[in-house]
Structures are given as C-alpha cells and as structure tokens.
C-alpha cells in the first residue's frame, strides 16, 4: 500500500516538515514513521506540484497512514490547503 501527500502550486509559506506515520493493529515493531523536509525556495518549485509517497511493502491486517505536518519549531501545523492525501493498493507480481 502507497499513501501520497499531493501540494499544488507551492509557496514559499508551504516550506514545512511533513510525516507519514504507518499503524498495523497490534504491531509496534519496526519503522513506523518517516519524516521529510519541503523548503521551497523560488522560481524551481514556486507553483509547482509535489508529491510525497509513503509506502508499506505488507502488513495483516492492512496498515493505516497518517500524514501530520510540522514548522520549523516543530510545532504542529495545519496543511496547506491545497494539499490531498490519496491511498494506493499495489499490485503484488509474481516471477
């Protein structure tokens, strides 16, 4: 399973941390959470659009994920409000 967090059209007050925590109930071992770093900076990324993938190769039953978002003092901070989160299911292939 795939959780993506798409940003349109970035600005500069965009420029946030942003985790993707996955949950399995009853499971805590692991990696549950990843974090990364969006610093927009101008002409490059100003107005474009971004995505951000976090991905679980298994899990029974299946994961959750949930995207939170940080300043750089990292306090909480709401989205941007054109962000989305959308959730994929993977096709498993077989060799």
């Known amino acids: 399973m795939e959780s993506t967090l ?13 985790e993707c925590s996955v949950t399995i109930q009853g499971d805590d071992e692991g990696i ?3 974090t990364t770093s ?3 900076l101008g002409n490059a ?3 474009n ?3 951000l993938s976090c991905m679980s190769e298994e899990g029974s039953p299946s ?3 949930k995207w939170k978002s940080y300043s750089v003092l990292n306090a909480p901070r709401p989205f941007p409000s054109r962000a989305t989160e959308s959730l ?3 096709q498993s292939s077989w060799s």
Request: cysteine-free; hydrophobic content about 40%.
């Open 32 to 34: 549950t959470a990843a």
């Open 49 to 51: 659009n971004i995505s």
């Open 6 to 18: 798409k940003l349109e059209k970035v600005m500069m007050q965009d420029s946030r941390t942003f």
């Open 38 to 40: 969006l610093l927009v």
């Open 63 to 65: 994961p959750t994920f």
């Open 45 to 47: 990324e100003y107005w």
């Open 88 to 90: 994929y299911h993977k």
